[in-house]
Antibody, heavy 123, light 108 residues
Framework: QVQLQESGPGLVKPSETLSLTCTVS????????WSWIRQPPGKGLEWIGNIYYSGSTNYSPSLKSRVTISVDTSKNQFSLKLSSVTAADTAVYYC?????????????????WGQGTTVTVSS | SSELTQDPAVSVALGQTVRITCQGD??????ASWYQRKPGQAPVLVIY???NRPSGIPDRFSGSTSGNTASLTITGAQAEDEADYYCNSRDSSGNHVVFGRGTKLTVL
């Protein structure tokens, strides 16, 4: 059974770069999309971006200028970097696997999620 | 538009049927997926595709789509179904993922 685990600092200073890693265990990172999602306190889920195992990326237009997602297939890991953070970036950060369920690509879904890690931006 | 619109809150009496909706232009091209999120827990996929349930999801959960509106129906709601429910899909370009803002379901 595939499991995901986020890791990284829980506290980041304003203007610095938030860095998180998601480790995939129990299965291969190949042939899937891998996403980062966050949930600020009291708000809904926000998609940050994703990466295909081959390395191609897509980012949320609202965060694109600050986000970098990378993959290391040899370690079965993918990572998130979010630069120039502010208090508005305080959130629970999740990594998730995105599956293309339908031939033709008309249905996607995130079937496996990490437990989430809380990141607070504060000096 | 790449937005998905959900009602902020819905309530249902124990054992009754409730429908949670999600509206957006991208749903004319992409099926919605639905997630249940309980406090302190990661989201759980409950419906994907036309109307498919992952293993372990009770059959009281079902999904449907009409035009630009996707619906999650819980038939015979249970106390443990009280949670936030989010829809998502790809946006109209197919390159980005979008989430609805979530619907808080209260089981009375």
């Amino acid at each position: 059974q595939v499991q995901l685990q986020e890791s990284g600092p829980g506290l980041v200073k304003p203007s610095e770069t938030l860095s998180l890693t998601c480790t995939v265990s129990g299965g291969s990172i190949s042939n899937y999309y891998w996403s980062w999602i966050r949930q600020p306190p009291g708000k809904g889920l926000e998609w940050i971006g994703n990466i295909y195992y081959s390395g191609s990326t897509n980012y949320s237009p609202s965060l694109k200028s600050r986000v970098t997602i990378s993959v290391d297939t040899s370690k079965n890991q993918f990572s998130l970097k979010l630069s120039s953070v502010t208090a508005a970036d305080t959130a629970v950060y999740y990594c998730a696997r995105e599956v293309v369920f339908c031939s033709g690509g008309s249905c996607y879904g995130m079937d496996v999620w990490g437990q989430g890690t809380t990141v607070t931006v504060s000096s | 538009s790449s937005e998905l619109t959900q009602d902020p809150a819905v309530s249902v009496a124990l054992g009754q049927t409730v429908r949670i909706t999600c509206q957006g232009d991208s749903l004319r091209r992409y099926h919605a997926s639905w997630y249940q999120r309980k406090p302190g827990q990661a989201p759980v996929l409950v419906i994907y595709g036309k109307n498919n349930r992952p293993s372990g999801i009770p059959d009281r959960f079902s999904g449907s789509t009409s035009g630009n509106t996707a619906s999650l129906t819980i038939t015979g709601a249970q106390a443990e179904d009280e949670a936030d429910y989010y829809c998502n899909s790809r946006d109209s370009s197919g390159n980005h993922v979008v989430f609805g803002r979530g619907t808080k379901l209260t089981v009375l």
